[in-house]
Nanobody
């Protein structure tokens, strides 16, 4: 299975973007999420969607500005970014867990498949 994130680009602070995650085949996913990695920093959790009850989870830094949802066609995550800040600049990665159970939603090892990232650049 291959995932590919898309929708990144350059935007001014306060702007918005929508990120998509395409899959090479339709997945049966129990958990899907987005992570990001800024230059010189480790990859960090952004948001997650739990399939069984539709619960969503967000990093404190993005809560209220980002919205994660499920692309029902592919069972992959979709991320709406709004009110973007300079510190949101990073490569964004989508991830999916196909196992029924796993670790916490904010842990990288909880996910089975990762997409190639898409770059989001926020400027002043």
């Amino acid at each position: 299975v291959q995932l590919q994130a898309s929708g990144g680009g350059s935007v001014q602070a306060g702007g918005a973007l929508n990120l998509s995650c395409a899959a090479s085949e339709r997945l049966v996913s129990s958990l899907m999420g987005w992570f990001r990695q800024a230059p010189g920093k480790e990859r960090e959790f952004v948001a997650a969607y739990r399939r069984r009850d539709g619960s969503t989870f967000y990093a404190p830094s993005v809560k209220g500005r980002f919205t994660i949802s499920r692309d029902s066609a592919n069972n992959t995550p979709y991320l709406q970014l709004s009110n973007l800040k300079l510190e949101d600049t990073a490569v964004y990665y989508c991830a999916v867990r196909t196992r029924t159970y796993g670790g916490n939603y904010d842990i990288r090892d909880s996910y089975d498949y990762w997409g190639q990232g898409t770059l989001v650049t926020v400027s002043s």
